[in-house]
T-cell receptor, first 113, second 113 residues
Framework: GESVGLHLPTLSVQEGDNSIINCAYS??????FIWYKQESGKGPQFIID?????DKRQGQRVTVLLNKTVKHLSLQIAATQPGDSAVYFC????????????FGSGTRLLVRP | DAGITQSPRHKVTETGTPVTLRCHQT?????MYWYRQDPGHGLRLIHY???????DKGEVSDGYSVSRSKTEDFLLTLESATSSQTSVYFC????????????FGPGTRLTVT
């Protein structure tokens, strides 16, 4: 598959442990954020989103936390599985009136069996 | 799966030749996007479209043009390919204005020799 990022930060976790992937965003006025998962050779896949009027949102085995004070977003994956191995991107909505997203550079998650 | 296909999936071309990549969607969404993805970078927006014949530039539009003559098709053209345009290209759609999340196609790997 394609090399998504040769110099991406990497998080290595043991199967079954919880994973926390962090993201700093740039614009304090951003009001919408998304997490994507990208497996090797595939397009990014939507995981979960959160609006700025929330601090936390939960999905199936995933939780997104938003700290607007320090402009920080995190994705928590519970009971990490080998299938969770991928590159994870955060994105924020662009500030103009268009429906554009601004993507971070990503974090590679490796799950050790 | 948001019904997005990209063609070709892989292409090798020579410097100076024109190249057109096609994105096709089956769900009649108004917003479509072209991104490129390179090692060490996140997804960077090339151009986007907000309707038939309505397009606008993204952050890395130099050397690229787009066309949208039908709702379902969004074409990306490299008028004269350069080695710096070797990349993986992703098309995305958005269910805007009802939501901001974007859904991605499988990608096209383009190599310019």
């Amino acid at each position: 598959g394609e090399s998504v990022g040769l110099h991406l930060p990497t998080l290595s976790v043991q199967e079954g442990d919880n994973s926390i992937i962090n993201c700093a965003y740039s614009n304090s006025a951003s009001d919408y954020f998304i997490w994507y998962k990208q497996e090797s050779g595939k397009g990014p896949q939507f995981i979960i989103d959160i609006r700025s009027n929330m601090d936390k949102r939960q999905g199936q085995r995933v939780t997104v936390l938003l700290n607007k004070t320090v402009k920080h977003l995190s994705l928590q994956i519970a009971a990490t599985q080998p299938g969770d191995s991928a590159v994870y991107f955060c994105a924020e909505k662009g500030m103009d009136s268009s429906y554009k997203l601004i993507f971070g550079s990503g974090t590679r998650l490796l799950v050790r069996p | 799966d948001a019904g997005i296909t990209q063609s070709p999936r892989h292409k090798v071309t020579e410097t100076g030749t024109p190249v057109t990549l096609r994105c096709h969607q089956t769900e009649n969404h108004r917003y479509m996007y072209w991104y490129r993805q390179d090692p060490g970078h996140g997804l960077r927006l090339i151009h986007y479209s907000y309707g038939v014949k309505d397009t606008d530039k993204g952050e890395v539009s130099d050397g690229y043009s787009v066309s949208r003559s039908k709702t379902e098709d969004f074409l990306l053209t490299l008028e004269s390919a350069t080695s710096s345009q070797t990349s993986v290209y992703f098309c995305a759609i958005s269910r805007a204005p009802s939501s901001y999340e974007q859904y991605f196609g499988p990608g096209t790997r383009l190599t310019v020799t």
